[in-house]
């Protein structure tokens, strides 16, 4: 199996997918979270048990419920040893490979860095995505939505602007005048790879942490070592990496900061049979992007490295296709605790356009437009 051409196609019949993860994973959501009967089970213990991968489901969709959406496959491994890279943890993805199949998944979803332990090797009958492209595009959806809560021209801070996924956040947040963008650890050469980078914008490039201190967002997708005294006075922290960074006593040395967490969507048109359903289902940017390719119908394997700008794209339109199901932003939380920023949360960042010096025709040039990324 190939890499499908990152095109839309007018209509495909949808197909169910498979998400695989683990106990232990960051952002999961509520629809991705592993199985409860291997949540509780000790690291030591999953390495010592003869157990096999779990299947959750399957996952249902509003406008098509009676056929599964798709399945949450729980792997018997911790985080550690999904890092280690184990021939456990391989042995047992492959099983979880082999179990999506027997259930009729064509696309696969690899969570929480399981993608790794392929190795480079690739089934041939079902799809793979690592959900690298929507993640992407959810951020700056989250971007939009956090800069309501920013001074206008006060800078925007990406940290790990030179990582697969925070090329493609810094080439979507270019044109987002009048907030000058404030690249750390980026090479300078390396600002303008990305296609039809524009920036209409003041545009800085720094390796020094102690710069981040002028910006008013800041938006973190690696692991830097950023503290408390890099953030300047009420700043607002939209924490995407992964693992992430920040830590709950960040809040009681700096009081003044609000974290907000990232890379997890909302979809209240896709439930879990069991679940609460008065409440929107939420979902990390994986399975969200597992779930759009199955709506879809792609054929093919997905976003396997750094997402391209044509895979960007194609999550912006399966975004706005699906929409009725959700895959914008959830209600922002920080530390997984709901949390209130003293303005609305829905409402949009200014669009392209409204503001002096910011022509649509600066927005044309982006590698899609970037007033698509409003759900």
Aim: with cysteine.
């Amino acid at each position: 199996m190939t890499t499908e051409p990152h095109s839309s196609p007018a209509y495909r019949p949808r197909h169910p997918v498979a998400f695989v993860t683990c106990p232990g994973t960051d952002h999961a959501g509520d629809l991705g979270r592993p199985s409860t009967a291997l949540g509780g089970v000790l690291g030591a213990w999953l390495r010592r048990l003869p157990l096999r991968a779990r299947v959750t489901g399957p996952l249902r969709a509003a406008d098509n419920p009676e056929r599964p959406a798709g399945w949450v496959i729980t792997l018997p491994v911790t985080p550690d040893e999904v890092c280690s890279g184990s021939r456990r943890a391989r042995r047992l993805l492959w099983q979880a490979l082999d179990r999506a199949r027997a259930l009729g998944a064509l696309t696969v979803g690899l969570g929480g860095g399981s993608a790794a332990l392929l190795g480079g090797e690739l089934p041939d009958d079902v799809g793979i995505t690592t959900g690298s492209a929507f993640r992407a595009v959810l951020c700056v959806m989250t971007v939009r939505r956090l800069l309501a809560h920013v001074p206008p021209g006060t800078p925007v801070a990406v940290v790990g602007a030179d990582t697969g996924v925070g090329r493609a956040v810094v080439a979507l947040l270019a044109d987002l005048s009048p907030w000058p963008l404030l690249l750390v650890d980026t090479p300078v050469n390396d600002v303008s790879a990305g296609p039809g980078r524009v920036s209409a914008g003041p545009l800085q490039v720094t390796a020094d942490l102690r710069d981040v201190r002028a910006a008013g967002l800041v938006v973190l997708l690696d692991g830097a070592a950023l503290g408390a005294d890099h953030l300047g006075p009420d700043a607002l922290v939209l924490d995407d990496s992964q693992p992430r960074v920040t830590r709950p006593d960040l809040l009681l040395r700096r009081p003044d900061v609000r974290v907000v967490d990232g890379g997890v969507a909302a979809v209240p048109g896709v439930w879990r049979p069991g679940a609460p359903r008065g409440r929107a289902a939420r979902a990390c940017a994986c399975l969200a992007e597992t779930l759009l390719l199955g709506l879809a119908g792609h054929e093919g394997h997905f976003t396997l490295g750094p997402p391209q700008s044509g895979q960007a794209q194609l999550m912006v339109e399966l975004a706005a296709r699906f929409g009725a199901l959700g895959f914008g932003p959830a209600a922002p939380r920080s530390f997984g605790e709901p949390v209130n920023l003293t303005r609305r949360f829905e409402q949009d960042a200014p669009r392209p356009g409204t503001h002096a010096g910011h022509s649509a025709a600066s927005a044309a040039r982006l590698p899609f437009p970037l007033a698509e990324l409003t759900p």
